[in-house]
């Protein structure tokens, strides 16, 4: 094989890492300021995508200009989720917020189905077809476009959390409750309010989604995995570490199907997991507790 | 003596009558039930994967089961109580759902398009000794695991095969041209690895034009193969020989435009690439794959009769393999049902063994099981995608068409 192929499957392992990164990112953001896993992740980025097929099918609607009203969306689902339905939680034992961020995946995942049926559904832009040659290079036009707004997407978001005074807020909220609630911030709202931004970026990074694979009701709890992956390799907590995360595993899921077989990606991506869980158990950009 | 023998004889007492009408009433049982049975209808569990990754499929196979209530009365066939179930694409569902089945009072099982699903509900109709009529499912050792309630009249991976082979090689006499090199993409299922497996052992026997220069295995629930299909066209080959589902050959085919590889022809020996989905979203770069599949004779009535039937209750689909193979296995049922006259799982095993339907719809003598349950004397074809309709064009006794060789390249199609 020429080295071309290596490039091309390179490139092709970031471009969708990226999109998968910014997956990730909700949930290290969720995780890192409010301390809650969200398990319904994966059908946060599902319902998102649905979104964005439904909007592509009705009104013709790129899902890429769509990114914005659908991270709109979610970051309102996000916020009332966690206001009126995790707030009460907080508190509460991890296996009760466990169980009910399940019970809440579930009956999305189940909604889903009975509004959409079991069918594989996907969006065929102009350009779903298209690839740019760059030199050797070929690359995906869907995934290009999906990778370069994951980016502008996951800029946006640590301009936020570093350059304005909600952020600044949201922050000190991560870094000390107690804190928080003596210099008189409004924590319940704040968290809420990082709920739904978390949830944004599922939205942003389904409607991504949706350009590059097919949606069905079911790919829920497999987004849900590969998001605890990528946030546990990056860094669970950890903005910059979601992205870098998805990166790699999606170069080493990419490389590992070319030089080993397609059907040990997993394998390999796994691999990795525990390779870090022994070596680096707070993740690559993560820090030690 | 005389008068006590009259006497005795004669005299009808109260233990006598009871007797003698309960005697009547066993008489009269045996032949009221197997009329009654007639009368009746046959409870079928028809297993299928509804959802998940097969849905599509599952859901195409459905047709068959739509459009054969009519059909088999029109044939003379006692009424079927379809009672239907989704195997989600999964084995373990698959297994927990024919246990279901069968203690909700199914009487024989149908399905379920997929080999690992049907080596699970396989298992599960022989321990509980329900009759099995599997419509689609191509791993050998489903039938050479000497069961007595499992039937199937559909071709083993050998069996699809072998006739692939030999159809190829007349498409490449009758095209003047032939591949010399070709990669083998397959999915890593109980299919698929059965199809690989015969592939090794079924291709030197034929001699064929091309090598394989690679094989390349992956998951038919990815929901990404550009590294697939980059590795493929890395290899140069002139051909795709394919072993797919419905999802990857959409995906495939999407990643082989955007790759911008164009081989000589791309030669399925599975499922996938002649679907109603696959056409409609895909449209023009639909065409041109050779799919090497069971499918129907289209000169026996009974083909005509089924294709107006699926046109009418589902108008826009083509007749396919998952509805004639689906519709045959009911009809299977139907008919075994009529001649055991009985619901009774060892009468209706029995019927199945001796059946012999000539008036069917797949290519070749008919449906007939040999002591394995085994239709052996099944024949597969080739058909090719053309403007969103699917023409026959090997074996030369059932084709309707000439190939079209080499496949147009996707960058060449408007």
Known sequence: MSTDIYLNVAVSGVLTGLVYGLMALGLSVIFGVIRVVNFAHGEMTTVAMYLAVVLFATLGLDPLLMMVPIAGVLFVFGYALQRWLINPFINRPEHSQFILLVAVAIILANGLLIVFGPDARSVQTSYAFDSFMIGPLIVDATKAFAGLAAIAVAAALFAFFRLTQLGTAIRACADNYTGAQVIGLNVPRLYALTFGLGAACVGAAGAMLALVTDVTPPLGPSFTLLAFVIVIVGGLGSMPGALAGGILIGVIAALAGLLYTPSAKGMFVFAILVLVLLFRPQGIFGRRA | ?414
């Not at chain 2, 199937?152 to 030999?166: C, V």
């Not at chain 2, 080959?237 to 990857?248: E, G, P, T, Y």
């Not at chain 2, 193979?325 to 209706?348: G, H, N, P, Q």
Request: charged share 20%; aromatic share 6%; hydrophobic share 40%.
């Open chain 2, 1 to 414: 003596m005389n008068r006590k023998l009259d006497s005795g004889d004669n005299r009808t007492t109260r233990r006598t009558v009871t007797a003698g009408l309960g005697a009547s009433v066993v008489a009269g049982i045996a032949p009221f039930n197997i009329l009654r049975a007639q009368d009746a209808t046959l409870k079928v569990g028809v297993l299928l994967p509804r959802s998940g990754a097969q849905a599509g499929i599952g859901q195409d196979c459905q047709r068959g089961v739509d459009i054969a209530a009519g059909l088999l009365k029109d044939l003379g066939m006692p009424p079927l109580q379809i009672m239907n179930g989704d195997t989600e694409t999964s084995v373990e569902v698959a297994r927990s759902r024919a246990e279901k089945m069968i203690s909700d009072g199914a009487q024989v099982l149908v399905g379920a398009f997929d080999s690992g699903q049907s080596t699970a509900i396989a298992q599960v109709a022989e321990q509980k000794g329900i009759p099995y009529v599997i419509n689609i499912a191509a791993a050998p050792q489903i039938t050479e695991q000497g069961y007595k309630f499992v039937f199937r009249n559909f071709p083993t991976a050998g069996m699809i095969l072998a006739d692939a082979f030999a159809n190829q090689k007349e498409i490449f006499e009758a095209a003047g041209a032939a591949p010399k090199t070709a990669v083998f993409m397959h999915v890593n299922d109980t299919f698929g690895t059965a199809m690989k497996g015969g592939i090794g052992a079924v291709m030197p026997k034929f001699n064929m034009p091309y090598n394989l220069v690679e094989t390349i295995a992956y998951d038919p629930t990815s929901r990404d193969l550009s590294v697939e299909v980059a590795k493929a066209k890395a290899t140069g080959a002139d051909a795709l020989l394919m072993v797919s589902r419905l999802n990857d050959a959409i995906l495939i085919t999407r990643e082989l435009v955007k790759q911008r590889w164009s081989p000589m022809a791309i030669l399925s020996m599975g499922p996938g690439w002649y679907e109603d989905q696959y056409l409609k979203t895909l449209g023009k770069l639909s065409d041109g794959p050779l799919s090497f599949v069971p499918w129907y004779d289209p000169n026996k009535p009974m083909s005509k009769k089924l294709d107006e039937a699926l046109a009418k209750a589902h108008p826009g689909f083509n007749l396919n393999t998952n509805h004639v193979y689906t519709f045959e296995a009911l009809l299977v049922a139907a008919d075994a049902f009529k001649r055991a006259r009985s619901t009774d799982a060892k009468a209706l095993a029995d019927a199945i063994r001796q059946t012999n339907i000539t008036d069917n719809v797949s290519p070749g003598p008919g449906i007939q099981f040999n002591e394995k349950g085994q239709n052996d004397k099944l024949k597969d074809s080739a058909i090719q995608n053309r403007g969103g309709k699917l023409v026959t064009v090997a074996p030369k006794v059932a084709a309707n068409a000439k190939v079209e060789w080499p496949m147009t390249p996707y960058d060449k199609r408007g």
